[in-house]
């Protein structure tokens, strides 16, 4: 089980900048240990985006799916 080392609330920083800080920070982690994210709407294409770059290295856990907040835990292998 890997523990929440480092919280990301992306409602904090502009669009153009949101991905650029989560992935700065998931690669920051250290194997097991994981991220929160905290989003407004549901990050679906982020986690298309990290399908993409990271295959087999993390997981994705809901914390809190909406209707106005979502929670993500994302944990490195």
Avoid: C
């Amino acid at each position: 089980m890997s523990n929440i080392t480092v919280t990301v609330n992306a409602t904090e920083y502009p669009p153009q900048l949101k991905h650029k800080v989560i992935f700065q920070t998931y690669n920051q982690l250290k194997p097991s240990e994981a991220m929160l994210l905290v989003n407004d709407h549901d990050p679906v294409p982020l986690r298309f985006q990290f399908e993409s770059m990271h295959p087999n290295e993390f997981t994705w856990e809901y914390l809190e799916q909406g209707p106005d907040m979502f929670q993500v835990k994302i944990s490195k292998f």
